[in-house]
């Protein structure tokens, strides 16, 4: 079966820093994405990693290791906006979404 | 960037009756949109996949006669539950993507709160 796999909930303080792991398992592999999800309202796009390496956006970052199954998002410099859930989720071999559960981030000052 | 819109963003609607959700890409045209499910405090459940003028796809466990779904246009769907029930209550969000077998990013809309009492 395909499976995403990422912790249910992470606490972290305001300017500090915070990575996000996300293991997969899928039938085939056409990228990843990382999507911010603020209570209440639609998903927005983070990221897509589809070779591996590090992806630098700003305060964020993702990573992906195509062998190891492996993705984690980096937010440096941590805000009070940014506490929300961040959803991993993997295109398959027919380009459709398998979506993990999320990871509710909490910051505290 | 590309802007997807839902309508209504909330709805109240009695048990028994039918409530119709549109879904617009505004500045681009969506051959595959997605309408998805989501109860508090879980993830998103895609419901079903659908490609402009054909019928929808319906994910394992989805009664395709209860959550009826149109995509008649490139920048239209609509998703209709019909005879709904309070356990239909939920966040329902579609998302469109420019391409049938791609790897663009999917853009959602800000979804729609139904609420069945």
């Known amino acids: 079966g395909q499976n995403i796999d990422q912790p249910t909930e992470m606490t972290a303080t305001e300017g500090a820093i915070v990575q996000i792991n996300c293991t997969y398992q899928?039938?085939?592999?056409?990228?990843l994405f990382w999507y911010q999800q603020h209570a209440g309202e639609a998903p927005t796009f983070l990221s897509y990693?589809?070779l591996d390496g590090l992806e630098e956006k700003g305060r964020f970052s993702s990573f992906l290791s195509r062998s190891k199954g492996y993705s984690y998002l980096l937010l440096k410099e941590l805000q009070m906006k940014d506490s929300a859930s961040y959803l991993c989720?993997?295109?398959?071999?027919?380009?459709?979404?398998?979506w993990g559960a999320g990871t509710k981030l909490i910051i505290k000052p | 960037g590309a802007v997807v819109s839902q309508h209504p963003s909330w709805v109240i609607c009695k048990s028994g009756t039918s409530v119709k959700i549109e879904c617009r890409s505004l500045?681009?045209?969506?051959?595959?949109m997605f309408w998805y499910r989501q109860f508090p405090k879980q993830s998103l459940m895609l419901m079903a996949t659908?490609?402009?003028?054909?019928?929808?796809?319906?994910e394992q466990g989805v009664e395709k006669d209860k959550f009826l779904i149109n995509h008649a246009s490139l920048t239209l769907s609509t998703l209709t539950v019909t005879s709904a029930h309070p356990e239909d209550s939920s966040f329902y969000i579609c998302?469109?993507?420019?391409?049938?077998?791609?790897?663009?990013?999917?853009?959602f809309g800000p979804g729609t709160r139904l609420t069945v009492t």
């Open positions: 899928t039938s085939g592999f056409n990228g």
């Open positions: 500045d681009f045209q969506a051959t595959t």
């Open positions: 998302s469109a993507r420019e391409s049938d077998l791609s790897n663009y990013e999917q853009y």
């Open positions: 989720a993997v295109s398959d071999s027919n380009y459709q979404l398998i």
């Open positions: 659908s490609n402009e003028g054909s019928k929808a796809t319906y």
């Open positions: 990693n589809v």
